[in-house]
């Protein structure tokens, strides 16, 4: 039985998967390869200031030392040499020349090779994040959490999704928000893993919690009452968000860049559970002339209880 829903879980990942994958090559990746350009060339202009800015002063130091120990035959004797100099380089120079074609074309060659690479791992790691997605919550999860998952048929598909964004996104992203490609956090990375699964165990938790008090609600107070009931536990998660350390973001992008950004990456997550969700409830109810009798009788002990 549990083959059968995992089965499940990963058909509905594998569609989810196709369109993500999609939205990464169409939308995603076009962008942030316009994000991460525009953070290189901030960071051209400013260590072009910062080189016109040392160039100036070593002319300046160079052009007293001249002054101190020059004299007349010497600038006569060094600006011969300095012909000779330039003779040898204009001789040379086309041979210079080509070698800096070459090279600038095999350089481009490779980066050209190389973002189209990072392109095509970025669309079939989003496809097979999805699928995992799909596999661990609505194939292993929905197994053992069926009965508990509030509402029925469609309902707990749904329920699970939100389940699911909350716990792997939601969550995490109240200590942690999304950072745009290129910009700098103020914590390291050995604090930002713990804290992003400290988040997600505690949305996992609040789920939990909210599903139990939503139905125990239910049975008791009518469905309004028990939706009031359901929503009031994520108000918990305000208290690790409140204790976490700050992450501040730095960066070179515009703030309505970095807002851009930041709202495709929670667009991107949204569409992956919702994408889940509702493949995985039309799976379901393809499959409603297929009665399961362990879930009948997991689902009549709950509401006995």
Same mark, same amino acid.
């Given at each position: 039985?549990l #083959?059968e829903? &995992?089965t499940?879980?990963?058909?509905?990942? &594998?569609?989810? /998967?196709?369109?993500?994958g999609?939205?990464m090559?169409?939308?995603?990746?076009?962008?942030?390869v316009y994000?991460?350009?525009?953070n290189?060339a901030?960071a051209d202009v400013d260590?072009?200031?910062?080189?016109?800015?040392?160039?100036?002063?070593a002319h /300046?130091d +160079?052009?007293?030392?001249?002054?101190?120990?020059?004299? =007349?035959?010497?600038? +006569?004797?060094?600006s011969?040499?300095h012909e000779?100099?330039g003779? $040898?380089h204009?001789?040379g120079?086309?041979?210079? +020349?080509?070698e800096?074609?070459?090279d $600038?074309?095999?350089?481009?060659?490779?980066?050209?090779?190389?973002? *189209?690479v990072n392109?095509a791992?970025?669309?079939v790691?989003g496809?097979?994040? *999805?699928?995992? &997605? =799909?596999? #661990?919550f609505?194939g292993?999860?929905?197994?053992?959490l +069926?009965?508990a998952?509030p509402?029925?048929g469609?309902a707990?598909?749904?329920?699970?999704?939100?389940? =699911?964004?909350?716990?792997?996104?939601g969550?995490p992203w109240?200590?942690?928000p999304p950072a745009?490609?290129g910009?700098?956090q103020?914590?390291?990375v050995?604090? @930002?893993i713990?804290?992003?699964?400290?988040?997600?165990?505690?949305?996992?938790?609040?789920c939990?919690?909210a599903?139990?008090v939503y139905?125990?609600?239910?049975?008791s107070?009518g469905r309004?009452?028990?939706?009031?009931? =359901?929503?009031?536990p994520?108000?918990i998660?305000?208290?690790p968000?409140?204790?976490?350390?700050t992450?501040?973001i730095?960066?070179?992008?515009s703030?309505?860049?970095?807002?851009?950004?930041?709202g495709?990456?929670?667009? $991107?997550?949204?569409?992956?559970?919702?994408?889940?969700?509702t493949?995985? *409830?039309?799976l379901?109810?393809?499959?409603t002339?297929?009665?399961d009798?362990s879930?009948?009788s @997991?689902?009549a002990t &709950?509401?006995?209880?």
């Amino acid at each position: 039985m549990l #083959a059968e829903y &995992l089965t499940r879980g990963v058909k509905a990942g &594998l569609v989810a /998967g196709v369109v993500f994958g999609l939205f990464m090559a169409v939308v995603a990746n076009p962008l942030v390869v316009y994000a991460d350009e525009m953070n290189h060339a901030a960071a051209d202009v400013d260590g072009g200031h910062e080189h016109e800015s040392e160039a100036a002063h070593a002319h /300046g130091d +160079e052009g007293d030392h001249a002054h101190e120990d020059g004299s =007349g035959h010497e600038h +006569e004797d060094g600006s011969h040499g300095h012909e000779e100099a330039g003779h $040898g380089h204009e001789a040379g120079g086309h041979t210079d +020349e080509g070698e800096s074609h070459a090279d $600038g074309g095999e350089g481009h060659h490779d980066t050209a090779v190389s973002m *189209a690479v990072n392109k095509a791992v970025s669309v079939v790691s989003g496809g097979l994040w *999805a699928v995992l &997605l =799909g596999g #661990a919550f609505f194939g292993i999860a929905f197994y053992f959490l +069926e009965p508990a998952i509030p509402g029925a048929g469609a309902a707990k598909s749904y329920a699970m999704g939100l389940a =699911g964004f909350v716990t792997v996104s939601g969550a995490p992203w109240l200590v942690l928000p999304p950072a745009s490609p290129g910009a700098q956090q103020s914590l390291p990375v050995s604090t @930002r893993i713990p804290l992003y699964a400290g988040m997600m165990v505690a949305g996992a938790l609040t789920c939990l919690l909210a599903g139990y008090v939503y139905n125990r609600l239910r049975a008791s107070n009518g469905r309004s009452v028990a939706i009031v009931g =359901g929503l009031l536990p994520f108000g918990i998660l305000a208290i690790p968000a409140v204790l976490a350390p700050t992450n501040t973001i730095q960066g070179a992008l515009s703030p309505e860049l970095r807002t851009g950004m930041t709202g495709l990456f929670v667009f $991107g997550q949204v569409l992956v559970w919702l994408l889940l969700a509702t493949t995985h *409830a039309q799976l379901r109810s393809a499959n409603t002339s297929q009665t399961d009798p362990s879930a009948a009788s @997991r689902g009549a002990t &709950l509401s006995a209880d």
